[in-house]
């Protein structure tokens, strides 16, 4: 069975920092692209951030500059650190992973993690 199991998030104050993990088992995700989406309260699903087998990455221009995106294909994990936070940015925090690129991606993963909620307070 293949999952995508997330950890972190919580709550923070405006300008705090958060790591989100998320791990994949069931297959490799090596030459995946990982990703992440979020959805706040009452609002679509959005696109936040993603990264290829080789580490290249793009962002949304909501978080670009404060966000970033790692990597580690040995322990089948991506992370998403978010610096400088913004009470904008509470939702629920999906990780996801598309087989056939970062494009594929951000248009249908094929695999979504659990969510993980993200609360930043003013």
């Known amino acids: 069975q293949v999952q995508l199991v997330q950890s972190g998030g919580g709550l923070v104050q405006a300008g705090g920092s958060l790591r989100l993990s998320c791990v994949g088992s069931g297959r490799t995700f090596s030459r995946s692209a990982m990703g992440w989406f979020r959805q706040a309260p009452g609002k679509e699903r959005e696109f936040v951030a993603a990264?290829?087998?080789?580490?290249?990455?793009t962002f949304s221009d909501s978080v670009k500059g404060r966000f970033t995106i790692s990597r580690d294909n040995a322990k089948n994990t991506v992370y998403l650190q978010m610096n400088s936070l913004k009470p904008e940015d509470t939702a629920v925090y999906y990780c996801?992973?598309?087989?056939?690129?970062?494009?594929?991606?951000?248009?249908?993963?094929?695999?979504w993690g659990q969510g993980t909620q993200v609360t930043v307070s003013s």
């Open positions: 990264i290829n087998w080789i580490g290249g990455n």
């Open positions: 996801a992973a598309g087989v056939s690129g970062i494009e594929s991606l951000r248009g249908k993963p094929d695999y």
